[in-house]
Every structure is written in structure tokens, then in C-alpha cells.
């Protein structure tokens, strides 16, 4: 398994820019699709976006479709997710999450997880 590590979070005003880090270490990364889900207080966590082994398929939830670039760097052991246009809804602890299988992922079957980082966002 890969153990992950997330960073990035913070507080931002809306309309504003973040991007998150996740930084994989233990096995090999690029045997792993990736992906982000977010937990709102008192909400289920939610997938957020994913990304194949190589980069080369990803998804987005509906709600950040055009806002969110999710992307890899498999020689950095690292994936990222550049969140712009940002909302008071998407304030959430931010998870990533490895997989071996893609469409397992999106489904938020994973065989690690990250500890989260907070991301608030004010209006």
C-alpha cells in the first residue's frame, strides 16, 4: 500500500484559487489510480475527482466540472488538485485516496486513504 500525505488547504475568499498536494510514499505510485473527496461537517464524504495510473482518463464530480483540474506527477510520487472559482460550498476536508482499480476509486473503494486537509472557503 502507499501511505498519503495531503497538503495545501487553507482559507480563501470566494472566487479565489487553491491547490492541493498529495504526496504518496511506500509502494510503487504509478500502480495506483488516484482520487479526491471532500466532507462537508454533518455531510457523507464525497467523491470530488479521480485520475488514471498515467493521467490519462480522469473524472469530476458534476458540482466541480470546469472548476477543478485534477493531474499527477508520477515522477514525484504526488497528485495534485487545482481548485478555481472556488465557493462557500466547497468547504469541506479534503481526502486523497490510492487504488489499484479506476472505476473502484470512483466509487471510493480504496486501498489507502490520506488524513485530510481543511479547506474553507468564505463568502
Known amino acids: 500500500q502507499v501511505q498519503l500525505v495531503e497538503s495545501g488547504g487553507g482559507l480563501v475568499q470566494a472566487g479565489g484559487s487553491l491547490r492541493l498536494s498529495c504526496a504518496a510514499s511506500g509502494d510503487t505510485f504509478s500502480n495506483y489510480a488516484m482520487g479526491w473527496f471532500r466532507q462537508a461537517p454533518g455531510k457523507e464524504r464525497e467523491f470530488v475527482a479521480s485520475?488514471?495510473?498515467?493521467?490519462?482518463?480522469?473524472y469530476y464530480a458534476d458540482s466541480v466540472k470546469g472548476r477543478f483540474t485534477v493531474s499527477r506527477d508520477n515522477a514525484k510520487n504526488t497528485v495534485y488538485l487545482q481548485m478555481n472559482t472556488l465557493k462557500p460550498e466547497d468547504t469541506a476536508v479534503y481526502y486523497c485516496a490510492a487504488g489499484r482499480l479506476l472505476r473502484t476509486v470512483l466509487r471510493g473503494i480504496c486501498d489507502s486513504w490520506g488524513q485530510g486537509t481543511q479547506v474553507t472557503v468564505s463568502s
Open positions: 485520475i488514471s495510473w498515467k493521467g490519462g482518463d480522469t
